[in-house]
Each structure stands twice: as C-alpha cells, then as structure tokens.
C-alpha cells in the first residue's frame, strides 16, 4: 500500500480544480490505498460549510469532505500559519482535523510515498 498526500492551496470557489481534485482522492483512496490532506494557503477554506459556492458558480463541495471518511481519508492537516494569516482562529468542527506548523511539514512530506499538489 502506498501513501498519498494530497496538498490542497486554492480556496474552493476557485474553480473546478477542488472538485476534480477530491475525484482524485476518492478514487485513490477507493483502491485501498492510505491518503491525506494537507489544507495550507487558501485552501484552509475548502473544509468550511456554507461556502455559498453557488454565487461562485461552482459546485459545493462540503458533502464530498464529509464522504472522505467513508473511503478511509482520516488524516487531515491544517497548516496553522495560514490560519493565523487569514484571521482563523477555528474551522468547521465537524471534520476532525489535525493542526500542523509550518517547520514540520517537511517531515510530514518525508513520511509519503506520492505528493499531489493541487
């Protein structure tokens, strides 16, 4: 079994990517392999309910998240950094989510066996 991390920066109203991305993680994560999320940047945002997506004209896609843990996708990293930068002090409570800083990303990498940045 190989270990996949899906690196997520863009806000989910940025277009299609974050669909098509979480297509890829499902699909991933469909044929038993390990995969987690890693949210820095914008893409802190993509685990928030109510992204009034609609007025973007894309898709919501809060429910996919929410599916993540029927396909075994547990590990979710949220870089605190790019909490403080954007004045979040919490996100949607609903995911269970794990905080990481910045400095230790690096060897968050080193423990995956295939990086996706999207």
Not at 14 to 36: N, R
Not at 56 to 73: C, P, Q, T, W
Not at 74 to 89: H, L
């Amino acid at each position: 079994m190989r270990k996949y991390l899906f690196m997520l920066s863009k806000a989910a109203h940025s277009g299609c990517y974050l669909q098509e991305t979480l297509d890829v993680i499902l699909t991933v994560a469909a044929f038993d392999q390990q995969v987690a999320i890693l949210l820095v940047d914008e893409g802190i945002f993509t685990i928030n309910r109510y992204q009034h997506a609609a007025r973007h004209g894309v898709k919501d896609v809060s429910a996919i998240f929410s599916a993540l843990e029927i396909y075994d996708v547990r590990d979710i990293y949220v870089e605190v950094e790019s909490m403080q930068q954007f004045g979040v002090d919490t996100l949607d409570e609903s995911f269970n989510y794990q905080l990481i800083n910045r400095q230790d990303i690096n060897g968050l990498l080193d423990t995956f066996d295939v990086i996706y940045s999207a």
